[in-house]
């Protein structure tokens, strides 16, 4: 395994009662790729992902992962009560950053600046989403871990996330997306199917 190696998956299992959804998946994750995971409804890439940043704990195998992560679920964990800037300060003190200069960098980067006062509960879903993600990236992590991120975005917030996407990507960040989108699969360095419980690597684009 090369030093550059932020995630590792071998040889995963996981049913729910008598469904097996992974039968013995494998991947691989280096320093500065992007790298996409796609499949049908139902094939299990939502368990895949929560496996890989430790919600869930695999029936069999192993996961390893070589630095902080950032992890961006499907759905959006807000907190209806709190505004878009409180958001920020709550996971400023849950990093220990000094600073939130990056947060609001992406915060204007994904378009919605003008609701830093807002209260969650009143975002649209596209909105909650972009914080969502927001607060995924803010503190800069070298593993990100990205759950179908842009969940209700417009087309141009859409395509400022692969904007950001590439970014990381070139700063040596490690970015794994979970996409249904056939459009998508140009961004990726590879695609890896989830198919009959197994990842099947299309390729390499880079």
């Known amino acids: 395994m090369g ?14 009662g008598r469904r097996t959804v992974l039968r013995g998946a494998d991947l691989a994750v280096s320093a500065g ?27 069999r195998g192993t996961v390893r992962r070589f630095s902080a992560l950032g992890y961006c ?16 300060r709550l996971f400023q003190v849950a990093y220990r950053l000094p600073r939130l200069d990056h947060a609001w960098e992406t915060v204007d980067l994904l378009g919605f600046g003008a609701e830093r006062r807002t209260r969650a509960g009143e975002l ?6 972009k ?4 607060l995924a990236l803010m503190h800069d992590p070298p ?13 141009d917030t859409h395509q400022r996330f692969w904007q950001l996407a590439g970014r990381l990507r070139d700063r040596g960040r490690s970015v794994v997306v ?4 056939l459009h998508d699969l140009e961004h990726f360095d590879s695609v890896h199917h989830l198919r009959d419980g197994r990842l099947y690597q299309d390729g390499v684009r880079r």
């Open 33 to 59: 790729t992007l790298v996409g995971v796609v499949g049908e409804n139902g094939s299990g890439k939502s368990t895949l992902l929560r496996i890989a940043v430790g919600q869930l704990v695999p029936d």
């Open 3 to 16: 030093s550059d190696t932020r995630l590792r998956l071998a040889a995963v299992y996981k049913a729910y």
């Open 178 to 181: 979970v996409s249904h989108l």
């Open 124 to 129: 649209s879903g596209g909105t909650r989403q």
């Open 143 to 155: 593993l990100l871990v990205l759950d179908e991120p842009y969940q209700g975005f417009d087309w």
């Open 131 to 134: 914080l969502n993600l927001t």
């Open 73 to 88: 679920p499907q759905q959006a964990v807000v907190d209806d009560t709190l505004t878009v800037a409180q958001h920020l």
